[in-house]
C-alpha cells in the first residue's frame, strides 16, 4: 500500500462526509421542526419539486452514509482505510486501536441506517412495507447527524495521525436553502 494510494481513499472518504453533511442539512431544513413551519406554505405551493427533493437529499444522505461504513475491500470505506493502515505499518497500533474502537461506537448508528438502505431503498424488501423498515431501523434524525460528527471526527483522527492534517469539513447547504426558501416566500407572499 504506498502513501498516495491512502492519501487518496482519505480524499474520496473526506468527500463523502462532505456530501453526505450537505444532503442532511436540506433534508433536515425540510423536516426540521424548527424550519417546516416557517416554509410548509412554500414546501405546498410548489409540492412535487419539495417532495422528490425531500426524497432524494435522504436517499443520497443514506447512501453516503451507508458507504462510508461498508466493510467490503474493493471500496471506499473507512474499515478498509484501516485495514490500509494497518497493512502500511506507519501508524503505532495503538493509535490503530483508537480508531477501530471509534469505528465500533459508530458502527451501531451505521446499522440502522444500513436497514433503511438495504431493505427500503438501495434495495426493496418485498415482505416489508416502507413503514416497516423505519421501525426495524428505529433511526432519529439526531443519529444521523451523531454518525456524520463522529465521522468527521474520526476521520480527523486518522488524518492528524497520518500525515497530520485536518479536514475542515466546513461547508454547508442550509444557509443557502433558507435564503433561496425566503426569496420563494416573499415571491409567495406577493402573488
Not at 442532511?24 to 419539486?49: A, C, M
Not at 486501536?97 to 438501495?122: A, H, M, T
Amino acid at each position: 500500500m504506498t502513501s498516495e494510494t491512502i492519501s487518496k481513499h482519505i480524499e474520496e472518504l473526506q468527500h463523502t462526509v462532505t456530501v453526505s453533511a450537505l444532503n442532511y442539512d436540506i433534508w433536515w431544513v425540510y423536516k426540521g421542526k424548527d424550519t417546516r413551519p416557517k416554509y410548509v406554505e412554500v414546501f405546498n405551493y410548489y409540492p412535487l419539486f419539495f417532495q422528490t427533493s425531500l426524497h432524494a437529499h435522504f436517499v443520497a444522505l443514506l447512501m453516503g452514509l451507508y458507504r462510508l461504513y461498508e466493510t467490503r475491500k474493493d471500496s471506499h470505506n473507512i474499515p478498509q482505510l484501516i485495514r490500509e493502515l494497518e497493512a502500511d505499518g506507519t501508524l503505532e497500533q495503538k493509535v490503530l486501536n483508537k480508531f477501530c474502537s471509534d469505528y465500533e461506537q459508530l458502527k451501531p448508528l451505521w446499522v440502522k441506517v444500513s436497514i433503511l438502505r438495504n431493505k427500503g431503498f438501495g434495495h426493496r424488501n418485498s415482505s416489508m412495507d416502507t413503514s416497516d423498515v423505519f421501525k426495524e431501523a428505529n433511526l432519529a434524525p439526531n443519529d444521523l447527524r451523531d454518525l456524520i460528527e463522529g465521522t468527521k471526527e474520526l476521520m480527523n483522527d486518522i488524518t492528524l495521525a497520518w500525515d497530520n492534517s485536518f479536514h475542515a469539513f466546513n461547508l454547508g447547504s442550509k444557509d443557502d436553502l433558507i435564503r433561496m426558501l425566503d426569496h420563494l416566500n416573499v415571491d409567495d407572499d406577493a402573488t
